[in-house]
Nanobody
């Protein structure tokens, strides 16, 4: 059972990136998937979440209107499309599996984590 993030990189302010979270070892449709980010010395921040049935999507205020989360059942992948990136979006981004199909607040409610992917935005 594992989650693997990809798609991070370096981009100029105003640019875009698409992060991918692929997994194996569990049933795609049973769990909500969340995206978090963390800057050294700061707490892990919830960025977005998508419910197991794709019926609910959450975005933090800091990314609302710029980030879009989606899931593709055919490839067992969740995507985070990030547009109009700003320097304050620089962080390591993690995807995580919730313990149920509904999105949950707080990283403590997520039991399986990927290794993270670095996003760096130059101002």
């Amino acid at each position: 059972v594992q989650l693997v993030e990809s798609g991070g990189g370096f981009v100029q302010a105003g640019g875009s990136l698409r992060l991918s979270c692929a997994w194996s070892g569990f049933t795609f449709d049973d769990y909500a998937i969340g995206w978090f980010r963390q800057v050294p010395g700061k707490e892990r921040e919830g960025v977005s979440c998508i419910s197991s049935d794709d019926g609910y999507k959450y975005y933090s205020d800091s990314v609302k209107g710029r980030f879009t989360i989606s899931r593709d059942s055919s490839s067992d992948t969740v995507y985070l499309q990030m547009t109009n990136l700003q320097a304050e979006d620089t962080a390591i981004y993690y995807c995580a599996r919730a313990s149920q199909g509904a999105c949950q607040l707080g990283p403590g409610a997520y039991s399986l984590w990927g290794q993270g992917t670095q996003v760096t935005v130059a101002s």
